[in-house]
Antibody, heavy 119, light 109 residues
């Protein structure tokens, strides 16, 4: 069964770059069946899609200039980098996959990892 | 970019039917999906493409749509249904393909 697990620092200094990795098990990150993506949730707030990758990258326009998503096929992982972070980037970050049918619904999610931006 | 709205809260007694709405302009022309999120847990896909259930999701959960509103119906509400419910719209016409509603907290009385 496909499983996703986020990892990375729980504390990031303001103006620095947030870096997270999502380990994929139960399928290959090279699979053409899925887009691999990141979604975040600020404390007590709703969900915000950050971006996804399927060959090319798809980004939330509000975060486009600061986001990079990449895939490491050897480690079966994909990663998120968010630069120039501020307190507003404090959130639970989830990795998730959506199907390549283009319908953009997220069938598998990691448990999420809390990232706090400190000043 | 496209936007959707959900009521922040809803309550229902056990055995009742709860209807959670997701409003958006011409939402019927878009793909609508629903997630359940319990406290401290990741969201779980409940319904995709308006009214399709992934395997393992009980038939008590169903979806429907009109021109301006998508609805998640929870039949025969149980205590374990108390959670936050999020709608998500797929909008491939613009530059933001994934839009989430703000979520509705369902309280089981």
């Amino acid at each position: 069964q496909l499983q996703l697990q986020e990892s990375g620092p729980g504390l990031v200094t303001a103006s620095e770059t947030l870096s997270l990795t999502c380990n994929v098990s139960g399928d290959s990150v090279s699979s053409t069946d899925y887009y691999w993506g990141w979604i975040r949730q600020s404390p007590g707030k709703g969900l915000e899609w950050i971006g996804s990758i399927y060959g090319k990258m798809y980004y939330n326009p509000s975060l486009r200039s600061r986001v990079t998503i990449s895939v490491d096929t050897y480690k079966n992982q994909f990663s998120l980098k968010l630069s120039s972070v501020t307190a507003a980037d404090t959130a639970i970050y989830y990795c998730a996959n959506s199907y390549s049918n283009g319908y953009w619904y997220f069938g598998h999610w990691g448990r999420g990892t809390l990232v706090t931006v400190s000043s | 970019s496209y936007a959707v709205t959900q009521p922040p809260s809803l309550s229902a007694a056990p055995g009742e039917t709860a209807r959670i709405t997701c409003g958006g302009n011409n939402i019927r022309t878009r793909r609508v999906h629903w997630y359940l999120q319990r406290p401290g847990q990741a969201p779980v896909l409940l319904i995709y493409n308006v009214n399709n259930r992934p395997s393992g999701i009980p038939e008590r959960f169903s979806g429907s749509i009109s021109w301006s509103t998508a609805t998640l119906t929870v039949s025969t509400v149980e205590a374990g249904d108390e959670a936050a419910y999020f709608c998500q719209v797929s909008d491939t016409t613009g530059d933001l393909p994934v839009v989430f509603g703000g979520g509705t907290q369902l309280t089981v009385l």
